[in-house]
């Protein structure tokens, strides 16, 4: 048995499911079998190695048979789906690829990757959601654009609206399954379910397999082969983490004091509130550090905007509520910043999977009030392991919660975040942090 998320995973499922780290698996893209354009396009966005979903996943979807992957964002999940579907669609043959996924900032995502691996056909491809004008989707619904990204909700609008044709569908996938079905989607993904055709190929990928994500792939997929990138509700590789105990009157200076070092140059800040997130924007603004907020209050052009800017590096801080938590694909990300500790367990993972993308190495700092000692136990909890204390002295609270070492703990005793070195919790002096965090620049 496999315990996975609260799921229990039967022996006979368990045992077909693929382990991505399988040696015997092509190691290059040349091995996977694509085509010299897609070899091109490929190379052309600098990816020289398939990441082990993509070596997963690929060759068989080639074959025609239906997938279901347990795979973060950051594992390079898009490309397992969307390279087998380009490979295998028909140019002018209408809308071929539909993508399902929760949210708009996921559906635009999935779309501009797509685009850059269709660089140099005459593939289109449309993101469709909700929150925008109708005009250009209809367009591309008429138009028979091959492949569409949407999200459930708009989706159906357009099909109850006549203007989306799924008759012609061969690959159907739905990107993130288990945030489409806490955002209560279910319903919408049944009803474009029952228009496409049987006929189809199906992929479906999700962070975790809860029970839930599990009996709807079973439901969609025909004899799929299971594959999994990373055991559920653990972490992409080369992010280091770590726990700053902290009074919840000293976030503030925490933050600047930590800001202080040249290192986090790209920095996503998590706030609980909206309000939070705004606070937060203005005072890093007051203090002369270039901050945008993003959030669900915020329209979908400062949302975009704040992004953009982001993205460019035009600011260096962007601080945000849960909804950038998925879906946002900037590269570079150095540091992720908890300035709540996230509720949810899985919301934790999918947050500071937001840096450490692709190889790179990323840094997650989350910040623990007394009051946050329960959240942060479950947490610890669900990962299987606890997360490395910084305590600080002066922002640190009596009683703050020590490193439970009774377990062991993966990647705490070695790695230390850039700029701290390799101290212990709570070895650090004053003097020595003001010097590493270089406090005089
Ligand atoms: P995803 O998990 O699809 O969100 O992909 C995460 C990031 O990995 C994106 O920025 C992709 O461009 C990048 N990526 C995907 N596949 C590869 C690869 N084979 N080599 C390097 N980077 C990749």
Redesign the pocket.
Known sequence: MCESDGTTIHESEEQAIHDVSDEQNPTTFAELGLSPEMRAA?EA???????PI?RQAIPTALTGKDIVGI?????????AFMIPALERLEVGGGLQVLILAPTRELAQ?VAE?TALLAKGTSIRVEAIYGGVGYGPQNEALALGFEVIAATPGRFIDHMQRGNADVSKVKFFILDEADRMLDMGFRPQIEEVMRKVPRSRQTMLFSATMPNGVHDLALRITNEPYWTEAAPSGTLASGIEEKVFSVKPEKKPELLLKLLADPAMDQVLIFSRTKAGADVLESRLEREGIKAAAMHSDRGMKQRQGALQDFADRKVRVLVATDVAQRGL?V?GISHVINYDVPQDPEDYVHRIGRTG???ATGYAFTFVTAGDIGHLKTLEHHLGRPIEREHLPEFDYAGAPREDTSRGSRGAKSRSPRGLGSRKPGELSEEELARLLGQSS
Request: proline residues 4%; negative net charge; charged residues 20%.
């Open positions: 490929v966005q600098g990816w020289t190695t398939p990441t993509q795979a973060q964002t950051g594992t390079g999940k898009t490309g995502q990757d694909d590269e993308r692709a190889g």
